[in-house]
C-alpha cells in the first residue's frame, strides 16, 4: 500500500468518525432537522444577520420538529441547535470533497492498483 493513499484513506476514517461523534451529539440534543431548507451549494453559509437568523427561526416555526419537540424555544435555544446540524451538514460536505478530489488524483496518477478498485 503507498503512504499516500493510507493516509488518505486514514483521514477518510477519522472525519467519518467525527462525523458520527457529530451525529450523536445532533440526536441527543434533538438538533436535527434545525435546518429546514436543503440547499447544497449556498446552505453553506450560515444566517449572518440578526434579520437572517429571525427569518431562519420563523422557517423552523412550521417544521413539525419545533411543533412536536421544540415548542416555546427561543431564539438563542434555536442557534444552540442549529450548529449541532450545521456542522454535521458541514462535516459531510467536507467528507465528500475530502474522499472524491484525491480519489480522482489518485486515479488520474495510477495509485490505485487493481486490489484498491
Keep these: 500500500m503507498q503512504k499516500p493513499v493510507a493516509i488518505w484513506l486514514l483521514i ?6 467525527a462525523m458520527v461523534v457529530v451525529g ?10 434545525s435546518i429546514v431548507e436543503w440547499k447544497p451549494i449556498v446552505g453553506t ?10 427569518e431562519t427561526f420563523k422557517k423552523y416555526h412550521e417544521s413539525p420538529q419545533y411543533k412536536k419537540i421544540n415548542q416555546g424555544m427561543n431564539l438563542d435555544e ?3 441547535i442549529f450548529w449541532w446540524e450545521y456542522i454535521h451538514r458541514l462535516l459531510g460536505r467536507v ?8 480519489f480522482l488524483f489518485f486515479s488520474y496518477v495510477r495509485e490505485l492498483t487493481n486490489p484498491w478498485v
Design 12 to 17: 477518510c476514517c477519522t472525519l467519518v468518525f
Design 24 to 33: 450523536g451529539v445532533t440526536r441527543l440534543t434533538d438538533s436535527g432537522l
Design 45 to 54: 453559509v450560515p444566517p449572518l444577520s440578526e434579520n437572517d437568523w429571525e
Design 78 to 80: 434555536f442557534k444552540g
Design 95 to 102: 467528507i465528500g470533497l475530502v474522499f472524491f478530489i484525491p
